[in-house]
Nanobody, 124 residues
Framework: QVQLVESGGGLVQAGESLRLSCAASGRFFNRYTMAWFRQAPGKEREFVATISYTGSNTDYADSVKGRFTISRVNAKNTVYLQMNILKPEDTAVYSC?????????????????WGKGTLVTVSS
């Protein structure tokens, strides 16, 4: 069992940056593929970024590629999402998720554990 708690959300202006954190409790964090998803008001949840359990492989949605960076520190049981050059369309609740599968994952249905999310609001 893994429990995930996100933090770092808030209100920023377009062009600014935020770093989200996701702290995991439970055993064997370094065996989980991790990912960030987001859901904007009135929209479907969408994939943002994913990272392998070693941190050596990552994948991003096209909409955030080049602006967002996912990373993890297994010794701290934490995964991060550095978000730069934020745009109003990045406004959403951002949730981290964990999967026991070893491959990079873009699909929410394949994630095993979820945090409750943190709200990011980007004003224009």
């Amino acid at each position: 069992q893994v429990q995930l708690v996100e933090s770092g959300g808030g209100l920023v202006q377009a062009g600014e940056s935020l770093r989200l954190s996701c702290a995991a409790s439970g055993r064997f964090f370094n065996r989980y593929t991790m990912a960030w998803f987001r859901q904007a008001p009135g929209k479907e949840r969408e994939f943002v970024a994913t990272i392998s359990y070693t941190g050596s492989n990552t994948d991003y949605a096209d909409s955030v590629k080049g602006r967002f960076t996912i990373s993890r520190v297994n010794a701290k049981n934490t995964v991060y999402l550095q978000m730069n050059i934020l745009k109003p369309e990045d406004t959403a609740v951002y949730s981290c998720a964990a999967s026991q599968r070893s491959a990079l994952i873009r699909y929410a249905d394949l994630m095993d554990y979820w945090g409750k999310g943190t709200l990011v609001t980007v004003s224009s």
